[in-house]
């Protein structure tokens, strides 16, 4: 026999060069990226129903819905990118950059300019002042949602004290969006069953729309507590009716889509007041206990 064997060939183990990206460190970016398309969509959207009002042949709500469901697509993918990101172990600080670039348009310029859109649809005649009005109105709810990027930005290597661990500081970019939008959702949806016309016309008033877009900027740059879902735990005892309440809001929610996004969305604008309650007893307690733990240990020295 002969004495040489066909041996494969030994590959070298080539370090990473770092001049090269790997491709799936550009998937995060590239749904972030489509994040951001779909806000300037509904920002177009809105302004092309608008113009169509000026022209004489008013929006449906099937037109108006379409810039909504642009905004929840963007919505989809800032929820997704993040994780597809961790997923990928492709995580990065220009990604990190343009999630917040992509969150101020999808969540601060979008839904703003959606509103302004809008309310001027229901009024074409409005007046100059109060279109003036309007307009800072949606300017000051885009700046707020900026400022509240930026905080949460400078605040991410600050440690987080232990009764903050289930409150968000303020109300969240997307949470904004969603209650700063629901009176548009519910008017939409009232008017496409034609039901309620007249709280449709009461909601899409300029002068509601330009409270609700100071009040829905002034919780997003305040520093009030509201309610953060990821570190909610239901009890055992709760689990069913829980389980049983999700499964009807998902019934409705293919039954009836948008109207039931409304009203969920005006709960949602319910519970400031009252998380905010809660958050004063679980802080009460937890300097209580500090408190209790400070004595106990200046008793054994």
């Given amino acids: 026999m002969s004495k040489f064997r066909l041996r494969g060939r030994k590959r070298k183990n080539r370090a990473p060069s770092p001049d090269r990206i790997p491709l799936r460190a550009i998937v995060p970016n590239l749904i972030t990226s489509i994040a951001a398309c779909a806000g300037m969509t509904c920002i177009t959207i809105a302004a092309t129903n608008y113009a169509k009002t000026l022209a004489g042949t008013p929006a449906t709500p099937r037109d108006w819905f379409m810039g909504l469901f642009a905004l929840l697509v963007a919505c989809i993918c800032d929820g997704m990118d993040g994780r597809v990101a961790r997923l990928l172990n492709a995580s990065s600080k220009l990604g990190a950059e343009l999630d917040s670039l992509a969150d101020f348009v999808n969540f601060g310029v979008a839904p703003a300019m959606f509103m302004y859109f809008w309310c001027l649809s229901g009024q074409p005649d409005m007046p100059h002042h109060v279109k003036n009005l309007l307009l800072g109105a949606a300017l000051f709810y885009a700046l707020c949602d900026a400022f509240r990027l930026a905080r949460f930005n400078t605040m991410l290597e600050q440690p987080t004290l232990p009764y903050w661990k289930n409150f968000f500081l303020g109300v969240p970019a997307p949470g904004g969006c969603w209650m700063v939008l629901t009176p548009a959702i519910l008017a939409l949806a009232f008017t496409a069953k034609e039901t309620a016309p007249l709280v449709s016309n009461v909601i899409q008033n300029p002068w509601f729309g330009i409270c609700m877009l100071l009040f829905i900027g002034v919780l997003m740059a305040s520093r009030l507590p509201t ?10 005892p709760y689990l069913l009716p829980t389980m049983a309440g999700l499964l009807l809001l998902i ?7 948008w109207l039931t996004l409304g009203v969920v969305g005006a709960g949602y604008i319910l519970t400031v007041p009252f998380v905010g309650l809660i958050f004063l007893k679980v802080r009460a307690r937890y300097f209580s206990e500090h408190a209790e733990q400070a004595g106990q240990g200046g008793e054994a020295a």
């Fill in 227 to 236: 309610i953060s879902l990821k570190s909610v735990h239901i009890s055992r």
């Fill in 251 to 257: 019934a409705f929610l293919v039954t009836n889509f």
